[in-house]
Each structure stands twice: as structure tokens, then as C-alpha cells.
């Protein structure tokens, strides 16, 4: 049986200037040579949707938002809307990013809207949920992971391209990786709430694991079963490294 087609996106968020889509070019130069196995996307930060897109044109490397607004337009200082993502160039858009919920108190509902409004915008939403270490260390983990899905996941995703990231809060940017064990319980569970909420999208979508995932761990991490690629935080900004991880996909 054929799985979903693999992602391995890189997340860069509030880092990269003009001089940084030498990294992408590097990465989309060095796809075009040598093809990957798996779709490769960059979430730059907004300001540089446009100018990646204007420097990678329609090459192996698909860019993202890091975020929208629920509604198309508005009063709504210093936010971006899907439209205007899509306008700039974008295919793809994370939301409900941990640091998203934690730092500017995004509820479960609010992504569930702002997913309305990708799809309405033509993004495809790879939508981030995940446990803290408190939870996990109360063996809560699957049970939160499992309330932020229902919530977090309109019905309107039935049919639609879409993707999951789980990310353990305590593995982003700590260096610490979930053990494989642990990834495999926590994917094998996602994908059955995702049948069950969302039919045959729901068992189409890939699930995305991130957290730390570095060249020296990809290969392991992305082996575990219903693993369907990675989101990548601090190892996307180089392309040395985030080829390593693309290519041990
Ligand atoms: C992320 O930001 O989604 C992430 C997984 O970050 P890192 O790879 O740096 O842990």
C-alpha cells in the first residue's frame, strides 16, 4: 500500500533577511540536480514569502506561511490574511504552532478558524499539535493531543489536502527527541482519531513529526511508522543541513 506523500518542511520563524534565500536557493538548486523522494516546502517569515517565491520560482521547493488570520480582511493591525498569502506565492501555511498558542494565546478554535480560512484561500493547512512535558509526565499526552485534533479540525477538511505535525512542546528547539516508541504511539493514535473524524482524508494525510529533527536523528525519527515527514525548526535555516534531513527521507 502507497502512504501519503511525504513533506519535509522547514519552519524559519523570525529569522531570515534578503540574505537568507541564498539557504533556499541552495536547497532548491541542489533538488533540482538530484530530485528528492519526498515534497519539500520553506515557511519563511511573510516578508520574505514574496522574494523567495520571485527567487525559486516554480522549482522542487513549495513555500509556506507561518501563520494567517481567520478572516479575509479587515482591522486587523499587523496580521496576515490567507489571501494575501496565497497572493504573495504561498501553497502551504502552518497554524496552531505551539509557540503560536503559547505566545499569542491561540485557542483550539481560533486554528480551527484559521484552517477555515487556508482552505477558503486555497492553502493547504499542516496543522501542529502536541503535548507539554507536564502533560506527558501525567500521561496525559495522547489525551490532550487528541482534544486539540477534534477542536483544532474542522469538519470542512474532509476532502481537502491537508497535514498534521505533532510536536511534543518539550522537543522544539531543545535538542530533545522524542524516543521512536513514543513517536510510533503517538502517529498510530493520530491517524485513528483522523479516520474517524475525517474519513478517507483523514487517512490520507501525512502526519509530520517535529521536534529537534536534525541530519544525525532524521533517518531514525523518520523510519517510525506513520511518520509522513517532518517539520523542521532551527535546521532548515542552513541548507548543508536541511538537505541532510531531506535526504534521509
Ligand atoms: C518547529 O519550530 O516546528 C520545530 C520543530 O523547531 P525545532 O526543529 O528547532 O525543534
Not at 497535514?163 to 521512536?180: D, F, L, Q, S
Request: glycine share 12%.
Amino acid at each position: 500500500m502507497t502512504g501519503p506523500t511525504r513533506i519535509i518542511a522547514g519552519n524559519w520563524k523570525m529569522n531570515g533577511t534578503g540574505e537568507s534565500l541564498d539557504e533556499a536557493r541552495a536547497v532548491a538548486e541542489a533538488l533540482a540536480q538530484s530530485p528528492a523522494a519526498v515534497r519539500v516546502a520553506l515557511c519563511p517569515p511573510a516578508t520574505l514569502i514574496w522574494r523567495m517565491k520571485e527567487a525559486l520560482g516554480a522549482g522542487p521547493v513549495e513555500i509556506g506561511g507561518q501563520d494567517c488570520h481567520a478572516e479575509r480582511e479587515g482591522a486587523y493591525t499587523g496580521d496576515v490574511s490567507a489571501e494575501m498569502l496565497t497572493d504573495a506565492g504561498a501553497r502551504l501555511v502552518i497554524l496552531g504552532h505551539s509557540e503560536r498558542r503559547a505566545m499569542h494565546g491561540e485557542t483550539d478554535a481560533f486554528v480551527a478558524a484559521k484552517v477555515r480560512a487556508a482552505l477558503s484561500a486555497g492553502l493547504e493547512p499542516i496543522i501542529c499539535v502536541g503535548e507539554t512535558l507536564a502533560e506527558r509526565e501525567a500521561g496525559q499526552a495522547e489525551q490532550i493531543v487528541e482534544r486539540q485534533l477534534l477542536a483544532s479540525l474542522p469538519e470542512a477538511l474532509a476532502g481537502q489536502a491537508f497535514a498534521v505535525a505533532y510536536e511534543p512542546v518539550w522537543a522544539i528547539g531543545t535538542g530533545r527527541v522524542a524516543e521512536p516508541a513514543d513517536i510510533a504511539t503517538m502517529h498510530a493514535h493520530i491517524r485513528a482519531v483522523l479516520a474517524r473524524h475525517l474519513g478517507d482524508s483523514g487517512d490520507r494525510a501525512p502526519i509530520l513529526y517535529g521536534g529537534s529533527v536534525k541530519p544525525s536523528n532524521a533517518a531514525e525519527t523518520l523510519s517510525v511508522p506513520e511518520v509522513g515527514g517532518a517539520l523542521v525548526g532551527g535546521a532548515s535555516l542552513k541548507a548543508s543541513d536541511f538537505l541532510g534531513i531531506i535526504r534521509a527521507a
